[in-house]
């Protein structure tokens, strides 16, 4: 079953504003991961977070993870039109099943 | 630039016939997954090679479908026999240490099964 929760699932912006988008999950995680997936194309990794990290950053992308409300935040700051796409968050579980579980997908569509 | 390759990209077959697709990790990459993405419910982890050993193949139906690792540059998902409810992409990704790490996907196997 699929762990990872995104909220919201789409969400529509206009180039240059921020987007921001939330992950949930149920159990204890050892890492916690956000995808990209472009129309058509397969998912590329953006960053990985583990649960001993509050903030990651890389690029315009800023990540938060708080374990203690499960949740987690993917940030893009300064959007292009190039950002539309699926974003998946993927949990690695601490313990139980020795796999990435990836939510649904949140869609964004950044207006040029 | 290092990439998982996946062919072919696109089948359509009817339904009965048997379907292969195949995978090509990264080079010195020591895990393989095999995913299945629709609509309805999403990504769905079909199975997963460690060293080219089957580690878990619970997400696979086991009467139609098999996936094998003939060598480390190769893994394979068959359908036999194909159904239209198999219609779908299907993602091969690799990765450099363990299953709960950073994967790397190939562009996918879009299938229609008539």
């Known amino acids: 079953s699929q762990q990872g929760e995104e909220d919201p699932q789409a969400l529509s912006i206009q180039e240059g504003e921020n987007a921001t988008m939330n992950c949930s999950y149920k159990?204890?995680?050892?890492?916690l991961q956000w995808y990209r997936q472009n129309s058509g194309r397969g998912l590329v990794h953006l960053i990985l977070?583990?649960?001993?990290?509050r903030e990651k950053h890389s690029g315009r992308l800023r990540v938060t993870l708080d374990t203690s409300k499960k949740s987690s935040s993917l940030l893009i700051t300064a959007s292009r039109a190039a950002d539309t796409a699926s974003y998946f968050c993927a949990t690695a579980p601490v313990w139980g099943n020795n796999r990435l579980a990836f939510g649904k997908g949140n869609q964004v569509v950044v207006i040029p | 630039d290092a990439r998982v390759t996946q062919t072919p990209r696109h089948k359509v077959t009817e339904m009965g016939q048997e379907v292969t697709m195949r995978c090509q990790p990264i080079l010195g990459h020591n895990t393989v997954f095999w995913y299945r993405q629709t609509m309805m419910q999403g990504l769905e982890l079909l199975a997963y090679?460690?060293?080219?050993?089957?580690?878990?193949d619970s997400g696979m139906p086991k009467d139609r479908f098999s996936a094998e690792m003939p060598d480390a540059t190769l893994a394979t998902l068959k359908i036999q026999p194909s159904e239209p409810r198999d219609s779908a992409v299907y993602f091969c990704?690799?990765?450099?240490?363990?299953?709960?790490?950073?994967?790397?996907f190939g562009p996918g196997t879009r299938l229609l099964v008539l």
């Open positions: 090679f460690r060293n080219r050993a089957p580690l878990d």
């Open positions: 977070i583990r649960s001993n990290e």
């Open positions: 159990t204890s995680i050892n890492n």
């Open positions: 990704a690799s990765g450099l240490t363990g299953p709960k790490e950073t994967q790397y």
